[in-house]
């Protein structure tokens, strides 16, 4: 395949996809309420119906403890959580760890690149935020990801970013993995199974070599 498919997975392509052509996301059908967060402007904005709500400058995980990028939901809501969280608590569902968008008692850390991977915010905005946002609000994080995988194979169960890196890639060559959750689900192994039986490869659902080179990856 000349030149292969090459995975754009930027913050101001998602952007762009979100405010124009919205309706393509994995997310869009279930919730007319939507959070959207760009790691490189380092701001979140709640869209309601496809219109900007509210958008508010946050800070996103240290170089070594990085917000996950993929397509998330709340999933939790606490008040007054204190300390380095702040007066508001938002969970959302990482299978990998706690992850949440929160006040703060460093408010001098917002718009830099500082916490251990939650999505800081001034303790007046998550205030502002908190109410307009139920649980089950689809929350989109964009921003880089790598182009290639160090892995050569992967496999239904696994957990991760890299999984994302692969949803995206199949979302893009037209196979739809679900959201990209970061898990190795039952939908991304039926998008494997049809990139596989399309391109005559074993049909086995399992992301090997031959699947990540068609899908640019490796």
């Known amino acids: ?12 392509l998602l952007a762009i ?10 997310w869009a059908d279930e919730s007319t309420k939507m959070l959207v967060v760009d790691l490189e402007q380092r701001t979140i904005t709640l869209y309601e119906n496809g219109q900007t709500v509210r958008q508010f400058p946050v800070a996103i995980g240290k170089g070594s403890t990085p917000t996950p990028v993929g397509e998330w939901k709340i999933t939790s809501k606490g008040l007054n959580w204190g300390g380095g969280f702040g007066t508001r608590w938002m969970g959302f569902n990482v299978p990998w760890g706690i992850y949440g968008i929160h006040g ?10 500082a916490s251990a991977g939650c999505l800081r915010m001034q303790n007046r905005d998550v205030e502002e935020l908190y109410p307009l946002v139920p649980i089950g609000t689809p929350l989109i994080i964009t921003g880089p990801l790598p182009e290639s995988l160090r892995q050569w194979c992967y496999r239904p169960g696994q957990i991760g970013q890299e999984i994302v890196v692969l949803q995206f890639a199949l979302r893009g060559a037209g196979f739809d993995p679900g959201k990209a959750d970061a898990r190795f689900g039952p939908q991304t192994e039926m998008a494997v199974r049809e990139l596989e039986c399309c391109y005559g490869l074993t049909v086995d659902g399992i992301a090997d070599a031959n699947v990540l080179i068609l899908l640019g990856l490796k």
């Open 17 to 26: 996809l979100l405010t124009i052509v919205m309706p393509g996301f994995a």
């Open 1 to 12: 395949m000349p030149g292969g498919i090459r995975l754009v997975a930027c913050s101001a």
């Open 104 to 113: 703060t008692n460093k408010p001098g850390s917002i718009g830099q690149a």
